[in-house]
């Protein structure tokens, strides 16, 4: 039975922050001439967020930070990253697909003029190990494009090279299989970004919406396209502003020089309890530890990630936590003093600091709220210790030292109490 109780509990450590962990802190701006005419920036903007929100929570990474902010711009902190440059690949790649009927191909674009600019597009192939680049002619409306994608996955063909495997919706199936049984006998081209990956020859009408991007990828190449083409195209390129690393070096400082804040400035707390208030010091002392840990058992069991800010929240709230139990025992010294029992004292001392206690926290609960809705990362960082610290410190001081005082006051020695 133990055994069981034991199984819904978390057995993962708590997520480090970006600094606390090292990772990348990047930039990007939208680039406003990529926005469609019928698009307006700040829908661009907000999609091109959830979209690349997509791609990295496929990629794997957890707790990632990825906002809109003013200019256009959108600043993602990923902590814990191992491959700064295949992430930041993931997340430029605008992922544009497009399947357009092949015209023409040459060994240059010169030999494929004249061109309609408002029927034709001229796009290239790049070259590879097995081929020279090739320039194609194409029909610039697409028959078939990424919307219609219904998934995409990384594979094999016979040979063992890797490929993009995709499958369209029911309408993109419809439309694939009425471009490919009408053009038998010519190519279409399979166009990622402006860039052409493949142009096969149609052999026969191609029904279920099945198809295949090849092209010499490597197998990282590949899982990287099936990932953003199943996140969706970014409806604008995107411009790299900044790029900064943090590394585990700097994160590891932080930790060292946050934790020894926070240590010796709760021994501080814990020894000035203990001799102004002596036994009810000591239980104050207590109280506050428990408090620390709940703080840190809610941030594992709901996965909350802890940053620097966060640690200066913990640090604030042990010296909050002991506040309230300094009330409560200066109300009970009143009551000792005016000539009352000890039990007398507690219960009296208790319900005078109640109201005062709930106010002081509620109201920097209030703060910490309006902290956590209008803030960023750090500063949300700040007020999820906080907040939970608070909630922590009314259960901590109003019911566990309560709890312990009521049970002492019964004893034998419940004629003095000291305080």
Known sequence: MPLAITSIFPRSKITLGLDLKGGIDLVYQVDLESIQENDSVTDAVNRSVEIIRNRIDMFGIAEPSIKAQDGNRIRIQLPGVKDPERVKQLIQNTAMLQFHMVIDQALTAAQLEPISADNEIVLMQPASNRQQAIWFKLVRKPEVTGRDLKFARASFDEMGAPIVHLEFNAEGAARFAQVTGSHIGEQIAIVLDNKVHSAPAIQSRITGGIAQITGGFALEEAQNLAIVLRAGALPASLIALESRV?????????????????????????LFMAFFYKFCGILADLAVLFNTLIIFAVLVFFGGTLTLPGIAGLILTVGMAVDANVIIFERIKEELRSGKTVRSAIN????????????????????????????????????????????????????????????????????????
């Open 246 to 270: 943090v590394g585990p070096t700097l994160g590891q400082e932080s930790i060292k020089a946050g934790w020894s804040a926070g240590i010796v400035g709760t021994l501080l707390v814990l």
């Open 348 to 419: 009296a001392g208790f319900d005078r600091a109640f109201s005062c206690i709930i106010d002081s926290n509620l109201t920097t609960l209030l703060t910490v709220v309006i902290l956590y809705m209008l803030g960023s990362g750090p500063i949300r960082g700040f007020a999820t210790t906080l907040g939970i610290g608070l909630i922590a410190n009314v259960f901590t001081a109003i019911v566990c030292v309560k709890l312990v005082l009521d049970l002492y006051s019964k004893g034998e020695q419940a004629r003095t109490l000291s305080i």
